[in-house]
């Protein structure tokens, strides 16, 4: 078993920053890969951002060059940087992690991109 818990999201205006981070814990040893996930209203889940344990990096198309994932394997806690924030970005924030073979959810954040 894998909780997370997520950092509250927030109201941002476009061209602002912000940064989640997740905190892992329980049974995090088979940990091998961390991700951040969006939905946003009448929208299906989406990957947004994917990082394994060894810092190898994937993106959406649409955040590429935008956003960054990064992780502290110390601390079990995996970030994502968010700049230059679009009204389209608004949506819950969700982070997973995938161990033995299973995905783990965190609770979700709102984060909402103002025009």
């Known amino acids: 078993q894998v909780q997370l818990v997520e950092s509250e999201g927030g109201l941002v205006q476009t061209g602002g920053s912000l940064r989640l981070s997740c905190a892992a814990s329980?049974?995090?040893?088979?940990?091998?890969?961390m991700a951040w996930y969006r939905q946003a209203p009448g929208k299906q889940r989406e990957l947004v951002a994917h990082?394994?344990?060894?810092?190898?990096?994937r993106y959406a198309d649409s955040v590429k060059g935008r956003f960054t994932i990064s992780r502290d394997n110390a601390k079990n806690t995996v970030y994502l940087q968010m700049n230059s924030l679009k009204p389209e970005d608004t949506a819950v924030y969700y982070c997973?992690?995938?161990?033995?073979?299973?995905?783990?959810w965190g609770q979700g954040t709102q984060v909402t991109v103002s025009s």
């Open positions: 997973a992690c995938r161990a033995a073979l299973k995905w783990y």
């Open positions: 329980g049974s995090i040893s088979s940990i091998n890969a």
């Open positions: 990082i394994t344990t060894g810092g190898t990096t």
